[in-house]
T-cell receptor, first 111, second 110 residues
Framework: KAGVTQTPRYLIKTRGQQVTLSCSPISGHRSVSWYQQTPGQGLQFLFEYFSETQRNKGNFPGRFSGRQFSNSRSEMNVSTLELGDSALYLC??????????FGPGTRLLVL | TQLLEQSPQFLSIQEGENLTVYCNSSSVFSSLQWYRQEPGEGPVLLVTVVTGGEVKKLKRLTFQFGDARKDSSLHITAAQTGDTGLYLC??????????FGTGTRLQVFP
């Protein structure tokens, strides 16, 4: 069974730009969660989608948004990028238990 | 507010040594999970502990859940270079959100 895939793996953007990251969950998994990982703040929850609906949201500004498609694939978008948005963005999928399986992440660098 | 505090933050040891990593909270968790993350990869689940006082063994790794379900520990016996990585505990403190600990970065030297 293929694991969670994330694209792209690496991304360089400049301040003020926007970015879209993609996540394909494990086949059969309907829940997708997004996390931001930085050296200073560690791993922080962004949001969770289940059956195309946002089920939970972390404490991030409205510049961070996401969506889930009918095939469970998910995208997250960050608008008006700031230097502090540089991080590893991780996607995790799960169904039906709470066990989450993480993808390799997308490393975003904002210059 | 960090709900899950891990100690130590960094650990640098030689192969063959034993070590213990702690995960503490003032909140009660229905379960706690331990993950290991290697550079350039996402965290990989090692174990989930559910019952207070529970002890689980995974080869040289021993995981314990505190009786009050507020803390957990990970003990590694005879560490190997392949154990190098970032160890994270995580749990859901009464909400649906998975909260991760501050992390312990382990480096095992040959």
């Amino acid at each position: 069974k293929a694991g969670v895939t994330q694209t792209p793996r690496y991304l360089i953007k400049t301040r003020g730009q926007q970015v879209t990251l993609s996540c394909s969950p494990i086949s059969g998994h309907r829940s997708v969660s997004w996390y931001q990982q930085t050296p200073g703040q560690g791993l922080q929850f962004l949001f969770e989608y289940f059956s195309e609906t946002q089920r939970n949201k972390g404490n991030f500004p409205g510049r961070f948004s996401g969506r889930q498609f009918s095939n469970s694939r998910s995208e997250m978008n960050v608008s008006t990028l700031e230097l502090g948005d540089s991080a590893l963005y991780l996607c995790a999928s799960s169904f039906p238990s709470e066990t989450q399986y993480f993808g390799p992440g997308t490393r975003l660098l904002v210059l | 507010t960090q709900l899950l505090e891990q100690s130590p933050q960094f650990l640098s040891i030689q192969e063959g040594e034993n070590l213990t990593v702690y995960c503490n909270s003032s909140s009660v968790f229905s379960s706690l999970q331990w993950y290991r993350q290697e550079p350039g990869e996402g965290p990989v689940l090692l174990v989930t502990v559910v019952t207070g006082g529970e002890v689980k063994k995974l080869k040289r790794l021993t995981f314990q859940f505190g009786d009050a379900r507020k803390d957990s520990s990970l003990h590694i016996t005879a560490a190997q270079t392949g154990d190098t990585g970032l160890y994270l505990c995580a749990g859901t403190p009464g909400t649906d959100k998975l909260i991760f600990g501050t992390g312990t970065r382990l480096q095992v030297f040959p």
